[in-house]
C-alpha cells in the first residue's frame, strides 16, 4: 500500500512562538486522526525548512498544504522554489508530490473573517451605523495577490450591509494601518487582523499601528472606540479547511481512526535511532539523553527530581520553545532547557519525541550514520533564493566562515555544507537563521561603506 504524508507549509517567526505554533497544532490534531501515514509542517523562518522537510519522510505520496491568507509570493514563488514544486503535481526522486490551494481558496475562510467582525459587532453593542471595519491584510510590495485576497474580504463584509463603512488596510502597502482613522468616520472600529496566527504582526505590528498597547484588544483611540479581533486562523475549523484542501489537491485521507500522540510523525531514521538506543542502553543526542529505560531528557537532568513529567507533543514543544516566556526559534539551538522528562510507554515512540525537539534531525543523524547523507552547498541555498537574500550570493567564503562561528557554534548541528564534516548530527545547508545573520552582516557593511 502506498505511504502517503501532509506537509503544512507556513511562514515561522524569528519573534514570536504562536505563528508556527497554530500550524504544529493542527498537526497535533491531524497525527491524532490517523489522516496520513506522516504529518508534518515545514517553514520558511524555522525547522523543519521548506527544503529540508521532504528528507525525514519515507512516503511516495506528499501533499503539501500551504498556510497562508493569500495565493501570494510566499505560495506561488517561494515554497516551490525551496521545494522543487512545477505545479499542481510534481514527480521527483520516486515521490509524487502534491501542491494543494492556499487557505484563502476555502470558502470557509471567508466565514470566519465575517464571523470576526459580527463578534466585534456584538461586542461593540451598538447600531450599525455607528460602525466601521477595518479587515487589515499584510500585502508585500512585491506581489499584489495578497493586497486582493484582503481586498475580496473587505468588500464581502461589505455586500452584507453589517456596518457603515468597511476598508481594506495594509500593514506593507497603502493605505496603511493609521490610515484607517481618516479613511473611516464612524465612532466605533471593529478592526479584523487577516492572519493566519496570533503571531508577530497580528499581536505585535498591527496593534501598535493602530495605537492599541501591547496585549491591549480595545481601546479609546483618536476619539473611537477601537475593539480588535483575533485573527482568521484560530478556531477549531482550521483542522478541518486543512483537510478539505487536502482532499481537494488530490490526497487520499486514510478512514479517521483514534491513534496516540506520538503517531503519524516523519519515520525516516526513526528505526535506526531506536535500534541505536536498544543497543547502547543510553545514547546522547544533541543535548538530549536518549534511554531505553528512562525516555527522554535534557543532559544534566536525569538526576532532577522535580523534572516536569511532559506526556504529550504539544507540551513538550511549548515547554522547550517558551521557556520563561522567550521564544527559541531554533530548535536545534545549545541552549535546551532543563528540569524536564518524557517517559516512554513505548521504545517504538522514541523517534517521535525527538523529532518534536529536534525536527528533521533523526532522518539527518541516520544517514550520517549509514553514508547516506547529502550535503547542499552555500552556492545552491542562494541559488534558490528570490528575495532578500539574493545579495548573499557575493559574500566571501571567509565573512561565511565568521558567520558559521558564530551561529553554527550555537547549534547542535554541524555545519556540513561548509566544512564538509558530519559530526554527530550534520547539517545539509544554511538555515533562514544563518541567512538572516548573514543578511544583517552584510547590510552593516554596506551601510559602513
Known amino acids: 500500500m502506498t505511504k502517503t504524508a501532509l506537509i503544512l507549509a507556513g511562514h515561522g517567526s524569528h519573534i514570536s512562538a504562536e505563528t508556527a505554533g497554530v500550524i504544529w497544532r493542527a498537526v ?11 504529518v508534518t509542517a515545514a517553514f520558511w ?35 516551490p522554489a525551496e521545494m522543487g514544486l512545477h505545479g499542481a503535481l510534481t514527480k521527483r526522486d520516486g515521490r509524487l508530490i502534491r501542491y494543494a490551494k492556499p487557505l484563502s481558496a476555502h470558502p470557509t475562510l471567508g466565514t470566519i473573517v465575517r464571523e470576526r467582525a459580527l463578534s466585534g459587532i456584538r461586542r ?36 452584507l450591509s453589517i456596518a457603515a463603512e468597511v476598508v481594506a488596510v495594509f500593514l506593507d502597502d497603502a493605505p496603511s494601518i493609521p490610515d484607517v482613522y481618516t479613511l ?44 480588535y479581533t483575533d485573527p482568521v486562523g484560530t478556531g477549531e475549523s482550521l483542522v478541518e479547511i486543512i483537510l478539505d484542501l487536502a482532499v481537494a ?46 525516555g527522554v531528557f535534557a543532559k544534566d537532568g536525569q538526576n532532577n527530581a ?56 533523526v532522518a539527518d543523524w541516520a544517514a550520517g550514520r549509514d553514508g547516506t547523507f547529502r550535503a547542499g552547498s552555500f552556492g545552491a541555498a542562494i541559488a534558490r533564493q528570490t528575495g532578500m537574500f539574493r545579495g548573499l550570493a557575493e559574500m566571501s567564503h571567509a565573512r561565511q566562515g565568521e558567520i558559521v562561528a558564530s551561529v553554527c557554534g550555537r547549534c547542535v548541528r554541524r555545519p556540513t ?27 552593516t557593511t554596506q551601510e559602513a561603506l
Open 28 to 38: 497535533d490534531a491531524i497525527r491524532v486522526r490517523g489522516a496520513a501515514d506522516e
Open 45 to 79: 523562518k524555522e525547522s523543519p525548512s521548506f527544503h529540508a522537510v521532504f528528507a525525514s519522510l519515507t512516503a511516495t505520496d506528499i501533499t503539501v498544504i500551504p498556510l497562508f491568507t493569500a495565493r501570494g509570493y510566499f505560495t506561488k514563488t517561494v515554497i
Open 124 to 159: 461593540a453593542n451598538v447600531p450599525p451605523d455607528q460602525i466601521a471595519i477595518a479587515v487589515i491584510g499584510h500585502s508585500p510590495r512585491r506581489d499584489p495577490a495578497s493586497r486582493r485576497a484582503t481586498e475580496d474580504q473587505a468588500a464581502a463584509l461589505r455586500a
Open 184 to 227: 473611516t468616520a464612524s465612532p466605533t472600529l471593529i478592526a479584523v487582523p487577516f492572519f493566519l496566527a496570533e503571531g508577530s504582526h497580528a499581536a505585535l505590528d498591527v496593534p501598535a499601528r493602530l495605537g492599541l498597547e501591547r496585549g491591549q484588544r480595545e481601546g479609546l483611540i483618536n476619539g473611537r472606540r477601537l475593539i
Open 249 to 294: 489537491g488530490g490526497a487520499a485521507l486514510k478512514t479517521p481512526s483514534s491513534a496516540g500522540f506520538w503517531c503519524g510523525f516523519p519515520q525516516a531514521g526513526g528505526n535506526a535511532l531506536i535500534k541505536a538506543v536498544e543497543a547502547a542502553g543510553v545514547l546522547p543526542l544533541g543535548d538530549l539523553i536518549l534511554s531505553s529505560t528512562e
Open 306 to 361: 522535580l523534572a516536569e513529567i511532559i506526556t504529550t507533543p504539544d507540551a513538550l514543544r511549548t515547554r522547550l520553545r517558551q521557556p520563561q516566556s522567550r521564544f527559541r526559534p531554533l530548535p536545534t539551538a545549545a541552549d535546551l532547557p532543563r528540569g524536564w522528562h518524557v517517559p516512554l510507554s513505548s521504545l517504538a515512540d522514541l523517534p517521535a519525541v525527538v523529532e518534536t525537539i529536534y525536527p528533521g534531525v
Open 417 to 443: 555544507w561548509f566544512n564538509g564534516e558530519l559530526g554527530a548530527i550534520p547539517c545539509a545547508e544554511p538555515c533562514n537563521v544563518w541567512l538572516s545573520e548573514a543578511n544583517a552582516v552584510l547590510s
